[in-house]
């Protein structure tokens, strides 16, 4: 299957360097144009991609085309390659354009809309589905599977992709976050920032991977370390004094009143 790129910002390298990090797409199958070519064109060459000289070479070269521009010059640019569409489908990353924005353009096109992490990059992503009624059965797995390769998928009906993205698009800033105010809590106890970020970082990684892996719910999970009187207990009951749970709660909910236009 021969994947087209139209723009090439962060997101859509994160997602292509992630298939060719898992070998899930052959590098010559994908075929890229950006507005600029002196940022597109190297990243094509040094990754053996194919470097377009237009939008619509792309989506003539390709089966399925990936839509990675801005909001407001998505349609545009969907409209400049609507001739060349015929028997083909597009994956959207755009977000704050809906499934029905991109019918005022091209109202039988099977469109599948993805809302990605940047964590595709290295095959741990967490990336959001929904089709639209064009969008086969066929098309659909087949989208499913490239996301799949580079992490783990969902099916989200599209009306909670601004929570989605609340979670998984903006929350590994807000892990990056805590992991470096463990870090700096290590330094103030006489750690190097290095060797505290590691810790720090290995132990997030290691709980996420033991939530995923459990039947329990995190709350279990946090009972399975505290012992009565212990230290652990200590120091939650610390952070939840200090607002922990209504900080994050807080981050998301901001999150979501931006994505809505709310603020």
Not at 127 to 138: C, F, I, K, Q, S
Request: aromatic fraction near 6%.
């Amino acid at each position: 299957m021969k994947i087209g790129f139209i723009g090439a910002g962060n997101m859509g390298r994160a997602i292509i360097d992630g298939w060719l990090k898992q070998q899930a797409v052959v590098p010559a199958d994908i075929y890229i144009h950006s507005a600029h070519a002196a940022s597109y064109q190297p990243y094509a060459q040094k990754n053996g991609l194919q470097a377009c000289d237009t939008n619509l070479a792309v989506a003539q070269a390709a089966d399925v085309i990936v839509l990675a521009v801005k909001p407001n010059i998505a349609l545009a640019a969907l409209k400049e390659v609507q001739a060349a569409l015929t028997g083909k489908w597009v994956i959207t990353m755009v977000s704050g354009l809906s499934l029905a924005d991109y019918a005022t353009v091209a109202p039988d096109l099977p469109v599948l809309r993805i809302m990605p992490n940047v964590n595709v990059a290295i095959g741990a992503g967490m990336t959001a589905l929904v089709g639209n009624d064009a969008l086969t059965p066929e098309q659909y797995a087949a989208g499913q599977q490239l996301f799949d390769a580079i992490g783990a998928t969902s099916a989200i009906a599209e009306k909670d992709f601004p929570t989605f993205s609340a979670l998984a698009g903006s929350s590994p800033a807000y892990i990056y976050f805590f992991i470096d105010a463990m870090a700096r809590a290590g330094v103030k106890h006489g750690l190097s920032k290095d060797a505290a970020t590691k810790i720090a970082a290995q132990a997030t990684l290691g709980s996420a991977q033991n939530v995923l892996a459990s039947d329990k719910i995190p709350f279990d999970l946090i009972d399975q370390v505290s012992s009565p009187g212990g230290t652990t207990v200590a120091g939650l009951l610390a952070m939840e004094e200090a607002g922990f749970m209504t900080a994050v709660v807080k981050g998301i909910d901001a999150t979501i009143a931006k994505e809505l236009g709310e603020s």
